[in-house]
């Protein structure tokens, strides 16, 4: 999940390059919804984890696509 996301970003970004901001808007949500949701889980998680890393990396991919 965590390597789609960052594959979301990349068609967003393509797409805003295109001038097709609605479509990016809704791949941003859709790449914010999955963020959102895996963060109920990584509370649990080691700090030291692949899985928090890879939030880290999600989260930096939906502030790329918004800006």
Not at 24 to 44: H, S
Not at 55 to 67: A, C, D, G, H, Y
Request: net charge negative; hydrophobic share 40%.
């Amino acid at each position: 999940i965590a390597d789609l996301t960052g594959e979301l970003m990349r068609l967003a970004i393509g797409r805003i390059s295109d001038g097709e901001l609605e479509y990016a808007k809704m791949i941003c949500g859709f790449v914010r919804d999955i963020y959102k949701e895996l963060t109920l889980l990584v509370p649990d998680m080691e700090e030291n984890s692949d899985m928090k890393k890879k939030m880290e990396t999600m989260l930096q991919s939906v502030i790329k696509i918004e800006n």
